[in-house]
């Protein structure tokens, strides 16, 4: 299931059309803030990971203020729509597909 969402996050089909440059490097810069929200906590992890997790997630969530406001402006500027990437945000957190999403975004960005 998720193979097939974060397909069409990426498909020119669906939510996003990669024509630019521009474009590519605001979709980058949305599937690092998911990288960053689904990284695993461990035991003994230092706080500053914490908080950029912590942060991660609420980039996406934030309905009011500037995070909003950047997080709108960014998904516009990816060419995406933004309430289609919070709802896929939400999946992605709350599935048992974690790691998969997380290959499969790594694999994406070239990490």
Known sequence: M?????????SSDAQVSISS????????VILQALLDATKPSYNGEPEHAVLE?????????????????????VCDSAGVNPEYMRQFAFRVLKSGEVDFVRKRINAILGH
Do not use: H, Q
């Not at 991660?56 to 709108?72: L, N, R, Y």
């Open 2 to 10: 998720m193979d097939t969402e974060i397909n069409l996050v990426l």
């Open 21 to 28: 440059p521009e474009k590519t490097l605001y979709l980058a």
């Open 53 to 73: 997790r912590d942060r991660a997630i609420a980039w996406f969530f934030a309905s009011v203020g500037v995070t909003a406001e950047d997080f709108t402006e």
